[in-house]
């Protein structure tokens, strides 16, 4: 019997990141007003969100402080789609350099691998979130899906307490619920259910 160790934050970034920057980079000026799955984002705000996440998790990931109660408008700079590439790819240094998944970080002193899973979460889910609402299609890596299940499981409760996830969607049984499909309904949002 092997004990495996757990798939490292920084691989499984560097697989989300693949597939959210390329979405990032696709998504036309004239989307950037259409209304998402997160009914308080529309794309630009959800862009704007997601760019705040990716900087303020580097300097978690080095053990800093960061601060997530600002949002800077990011989209006002013309080269806003290479500057997010770049600094997603700081993102997953950050969290790939020895120590990151180790001890605590971050104002509410979670354990480590804890704030990596909600970066890792967040750049997944808001991938697909922008995808939808511009039309498009999103499969996240299976091992990024499976690496998050039981941090989201587990961050699932206190998330809904703060607002960050809404009311757990119940899928039917005998739908075509993959793990992403759970994860989703974990996190509040209807696979089934939202179209551009």
């Given at each position: 019997?092997?004990?495996e160790?757990?798939?490292r934050?920084g691989?499984?970034?560097?697989?989300?990141?693949a597939?959210a920057?390329?979405?990032?980079?696709?998504?036309?000026?004239?989307?950037l007003?259409a209304?998402t799955?997160?009914?308080?984002?529309?794309?630009?705000?959800?862009?704007?969100?997601?760019?705040?996440v990716?900087?303020?998790?580097q300097?978690?990931a080095a053990?800093?402080?960061?601060?997530l109660?600002y949002?800077?408008?990011?989209l006002?700079?013309?080269d806003w789609r290479?500057?997010f590439e770049?600094e997603?790819?700081?993102?997953?240094?950050?969290?790939?350099?020895?120590?990151?998944?180790?001890?605590?970080?971050?104002g509410?002193?979670?354990?480590?691998?804890?704030v990596?899973?909600?970066?890792l979460?967040d750049?997944?889910?808001?991938?697909?979130?922008l995808?939808?609402?511009?039309g498009?299609?999103?499969?996240?890596?299976?091992a990024?899906?499976?690496?998050?299940?039981?941090?989201?499981?587990r961050?699932?409760?206190?998330?809904?307490?703060?607002g960050?996830?809404?009311a757990v969607?119940?899928?039917?049984?005998?739908?075509?619920?993959?793990?992403?499909?759970?994860?989703?309904?974990?996190?509040?949002r209807?696979?089934r259910?939202?179209?551009?």
């Amino acid at each position: 019997m092997t004990n495996e160790s757990p798939p490292r934050i920084g691989d499984m970034l560097r697989s989300a990141a693949a597939q959210a920057t390329p979405l990032v980079r696709g998504t036309a000026d004239a989307s950037l007003t259409a209304p998402t799955p997160c009914a308080e984002y529309d794309v630009r705000a959800l862009l704007n969100h997601l760019f705040g996440v990716v900087l303020n998790f580097q300097a978690l990931a080095a053990k800093q402080p960061a601060d997530l109660s600002y949002t800077a408008d990011r989209l006002a700079d013309p080269d806003w789609r290479d500057r997010f590439e770049a600094e997603t790819g700081k993102l997953v240094e950050a969290w790939s350099a020895p120590g990151a998944e180790e001890g605590t970080t971050g104002g509410m002193g979670l354990p480590a691998r804890t704030v990596g899973s909600m970066v890792l979460l967040d750049l997944t889910v808001h991938a697909w979130d922008l995808a939808r609402a511009t039309g498009r299609s999103f499969a996240p890596d299976p091992a990024v899906v499976a690496g998050l299940a039981d941090e989201v499981e587990r961050m699932a409760p206190m998330a809904r307490q703060m607002g960050v996830f809404g009311a757990v969607v119940d899928l039917p049984e005998d739908a075509d619920a993959d793990a992403f499909a759970r994860l989703l309904a974990t996190t509040g949002r209807d696979p089934r259910a939202w179209r551009a």
